[in-house]
């Protein structure tokens, strides 16, 4: 344990030591201060902290404009890839933020990770369905208010939601309060709503991922194109509208008594449809990318948690979807058991994948709203 | 694939700024275009590569540029660096070209910087390019492989065949393999010949063996060398090339815009011997940079060190390279490798003889020394505050000033003052019949830019008579 710590720590500080080197070849440079954030928050800089660079990672969205343009990349002895440098810090800073401590360790082949997770869980909640229930209930065709309780009761399935979210949202507060004390503005400056409002904007429009100019990224090759945030717009909007859609479901049965299946064209099921096909598409188009993608930048290793969690969203939304479509069948109580082992899993890795990466993000972009208030002019 | 015995209507030598430009214009009316680039792929584009931006000529604001910049402005500033040295009609042409350049690049795949932004506060006078000159190749490559010219990497030519000031063919070496190439029309943008150490040796003697190159390892000049071997006219002093102090560390070839360094207003600069030889003070650094190259190229070892303490140490812009610490001037010394009570007694001497004045870095302020030979005239302060720094300076050739005479319509121009039927000159390698001396940033790209337009339209004229 001692030893693999010692280790830990020599790996992240040559992860460090790289993005210093890194920072301080393009702080003398600066060609790519037009493309994204990273750059405009390095030139009020001449030294990088570890802390610096963490922020600085997190700002980054991989979109590559700067390896293609930079006259240093390999072959070049300065062997200079910036998305690769950032990428690897950031999957370093997962760990380091992890909330709580011991469990950083699941940022370790974080794929891997992931997939047992959502295989242990949907087996475990259908092995629990069966236990709970006679064939002739889980196999029967249920309809009107209350069917999918007739299935797995109110309860538990109540109950088991707000436990594995209510743990999702602790550690996801935990993970964001160690980062904001570790890569925040520290004394920089404070938080004010026209920086809170700022960070919104870029991250709700996924600014940086414009190149500037607006016409997009090197993603997934040389030329610039908006596709990568198109896709992402799709799922992140699609995740955002299958959250609605649960809140209203939540509002309808605790305020109006309103109990679910809805109908088709109930507010919580239009919402939750079209926020499902957003789900399918965003990170089923996210996934293609990256497998068409010149991986001259990309760290292979580190594919898997991003791919892993994109999976796991694409088969909430696919279950979820086909639950609606079958939900007068005999066959609801299984996909039912499906849907709900998928979903609680998601839940419970929430904190432990790709998706903190939303957290850290949006909280540097704050870091960065706050930066570039008190900004002086570059080149001092 | 390309084929090479297919007679063009235009070879293009070079895989520069000015070669795509010529390449695309001449594609754009209808020629068959074969660019050849001597570099391989991921170090294509030359010089070009390691550029920010381009000076243009505007008389109102634009998406890229603020205020106004007129004509005359920009005459004034070339006629100052050049001290007269220069054709009056083909710079005036070039400023006015200028004018309307950004849009057509725009076009064609270059991404600007909104003219708000910018380090060196020059977005008055210049156009910076978004992610640098390589994002500005890479562009004009996507749009010519789009536009279908035929382009080869490691692709050297060796050779030309002129007959009466007529190109006739290339030999040229692709890959391993030769070939002779016929086109009806030659554009030679192949830069200048900087990175030709045996070159440069003819003018600088053994000196030449410590210069390091910023730019590219592929300008070896021998296009140059043999259009002037088959009778084209010389511009240019053969013997002067664009040199400024750079980091010593830096790599031989390609180091590029980060070795550059900034500190020598600042600082005391001394010899292999720990002495000065040169006022630091003189005036502003963009105004002196140039002749600090030539200084140290012309020190024993062609060697200098700028030494500055804790105080100086934000003034300017970082560096690459981290500068060498110690806390004392004894372990700098050290660490340098520098005679240490030599060392010692510069530095006393200089701070002994520095009177008091106001700093302020912003103007010529009165901190200068008094009794010093050399004196140090502006910006001099005691470095008396530990840590104190060093960077070592060595003379980096940005590039050689020889190239071929042109005339209005890009053509090289003959011994007989006639002008060529089919061989054109773009860029660099013909940059010193406007640059004859000194340099203003950004017209490389500009001179490149026009001239590259030109060359292609007249070849795309040529090719259909
Ligand atoms: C570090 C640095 C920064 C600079 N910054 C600026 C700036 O900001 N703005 C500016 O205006 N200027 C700048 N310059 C100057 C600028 O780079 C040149 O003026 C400009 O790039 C010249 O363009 P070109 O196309 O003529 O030459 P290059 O871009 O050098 O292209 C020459 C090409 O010819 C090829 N070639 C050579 N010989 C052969 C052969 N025999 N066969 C086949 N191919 C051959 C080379 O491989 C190369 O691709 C800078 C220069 C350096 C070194
Ligand atoms: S990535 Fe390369 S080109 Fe861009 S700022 Fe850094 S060093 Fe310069
Ligand atoms: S990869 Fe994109 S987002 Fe990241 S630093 Fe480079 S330009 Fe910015």
């Known amino acids: 344990m001692q030893s693999t710590e010692i280790v830990k720590t020599a790996q992240r500080q040559a992860v460090l030591d790289d993005a210093r080197r890194a920072m301080e070849i393009c702080n003398a440079c600066r060609y790519c201060e037009g493309y994204c954030a990273v750059f405009p928050a390095m030139e009020q800089r001449r030294a990088f902290s570890d802390s610096d660079l963490n922020y600085l990672a997190n700002l980054c969205h991989n979109c590559r404009g700067c390896y293609y343009s930079c006259q240093y990349a390999p072959p070049h002895e300065f062997n200079l890839n910036i998305p690769k440098t950032f990428q690897k810090l950031r999957a370093e800073s997962y760990e380091q933020y992890a909330w709580p401590g011991p469990l950083a360790r699941l940022f370790h082949r974080n794929g891997l990770i992931v997939c047992m997770a959502t295989a ?3 087996a475990g909640v259908l092995l629990l369905t069966m236990l709970l229930q006679t064939s002739d209930i889980l196999f029967a065709a249920h309809s009107g208010p209350g069917a999918f309780y007739a299935v797995i009761p109110y309860e538990l399935m109540v109950g088991l939601a707000s436990l594995t979210f209510g743990y999702a949202i602790v550690a996801l507060t935990g993970g964001a309060i160690k980062y904001w004390r570790d890569a925040g503005p520290g004394t920089e400056g404070s938080v004010s709503w026209s920086t809170l409002w700022q960070a919104f904007q870029d991250a709700a429009t996924l600014k940086h991922l414009g190149g500037g100019t607006g016409e997009g990224c090197a993603y997934p090759d040389e030329a610039f194109s908006n596709i990568r945030r198109v896709f992402h717009h799709f799922m992140f909007y699609g995740f955002m509208l299958c959250f609605a859609a649960t809140s209203v479901a939540t509002i309808y049965d605790h305020v109006f008594g309103w109990v679910a299946p809805y109908g088709w064209f109930s507010i919580p099921v239009i919402l939750g449809t079209v926020g499902g096909m957003g789900l399918l598409i965003g990170p089923a188009g996210l996934v293609w990318l990256k497998f068409k993608a010149d991986d001259a930048s990309a760290e292979k290793n580190l594919m898997g948690m991003d791919v892993a969690f994109l999976a796991l969203l694409f088969l909430v939304s696919l279950t979820g979807l086909i639950l609606l479509v079958i939900r007068e069948t005999p066959a609801m109580g299984i996909a039912l058991a499906i849907h709900l082992g998928f979903v609680l899993t998601l839940f419970l890795v929430l904190p432990y994948s790709k998706f903190v990466h939303g957290i850290y993000r949006s909280a540097a972009l704050v870091r960065y709203a706050i930066e570039m208030k008190n900004a002086k002019p570059s080149g001092e | 694939m390309v084929d090479l015995t297919k007679n063009y209507d235009a070879l293009v030598i070079g895989g520069g700024n000015a070669a795509l430009c010529a390449a695309i214009t001449a594609r754009e009316q209808g020629c068959s275009v074969l660019l050849l680039e001597h570099a391989p792929r991921h170090f294509r584009g030359g010089n070009s590569r390691h550029t920010r931006n381009l000076r243009c000529m505007h ?17 004034d500033d070339l006629m100052r660096v050049t001290k007269g040295v220069t054709t009056e009609s083909l710079a005036r042409m070039t400023i006015r070209a200028s004018a309307e350049v950004t849009p057509w690049m725009v076009e064609r795949g270059v991404r600007f910087q909104p003219s708000l932004g910018g380090t060196l506060n020059l977005g008055r006078t210049n156009a910076f390019f978004l992610g640098g000159g390589k994002a500005l190749v890479n562009g004009y490559f996507a749009t010519a492989e789009r536009l279908g010219i035929d382009i080869l990497y490691d692709t050297e030519v060796r ?59 592929y300008n070896k000049g021998r296009m140059l060398r043999v259009l002037l071997d088959n009778g084209v006219t010389s511009v240019g002093d053969p013997k002067q090339c664009h040199a400024v102090a750079i980091d010593a560390r830096a790599p031989q070839f390609d180091g590029g815009i980060v070795t550059r360094l900034d500190c020598v207003p600042f600082s005391i600069v001394v010899d292999r011997d720990a002495q000065r030889f040169y006022d630091e003070g ?24 700028a030494i500055i303490d804790a105080k100086c140490i934000k003034l300017f812009m970082p560096s690459v390279f981290p500068a060498i610490e110690s806390d004392s001037i004894a372990g700098l010394a050290e660490k340098l490798g520098l005679d240490v009570a030599a060392l010692e007694k510069t530095v006393a001497d200089y701070n002994a003889a520095v009177q008091p004045g106001t700093f302020d870095n912003s103007i010529l302020d009165n901190c200068a020394t008094d009794g010093l030979t050399p004196p140090k005239t502006h910006w001099a302060r005691k470095i008396e505050d ?43 390698i013909m940059a010193g019949n406007i640059l004859g001396q000194g340099y203003l940033a950004g017209l490389g790209m500009t001179i490149g830019t026009v001239f590259g337009r030109i060359a292609g339209k007249e070849a795309a004229k040529n090719a259909k008579h």
């Open chain 1, 120 to 122: 242990l869980g949907v």
């Open chain 2, 59 to 75: 008389d109102e604001p634009t998406d890229v540029l603020t205020d106004a910049y007129h004509e005359d402005e920009y005459w």
């Open chain 2, 159 to 217: 050779n030309l065949k002129i007959r009466d000031g007529v190109f006739q063919s290339a030999d040229v070496i692709s890959k391993g393999f030769p070939y002779t190439v016929t086109a009806r029309n030659l554009v030679c943008a192949s830069g200048g010949f900087q990175a030709n150490l045996d070159w440069l040796k003819e003018s600088w003697g053994p000196a030449a063996d410590n210069f390091i190159i910023r730019g590219t390892s």
């Open chain 2, 282 to 305: 003189e005036d502003f650094w963009p105004k002196r940079y140039a002749i600090w190259g030539r200084l140290v190229a012309a020190q024993p070892d062609q060697i200098a060190y």
């Open chain 2, 386 to 428: 530990g840590p104190f720094y060093a960077y070592p300076l060595r003379p980096g050739i940005t590039f050689t000033y020889l190239g071929v005479k042109v005339d209005a319509e890009a053509r090289m121009v003959m011994a007989n003052d006639q002008p060529s039927e089919n061989m054109f000159a773009s860029g660099e």
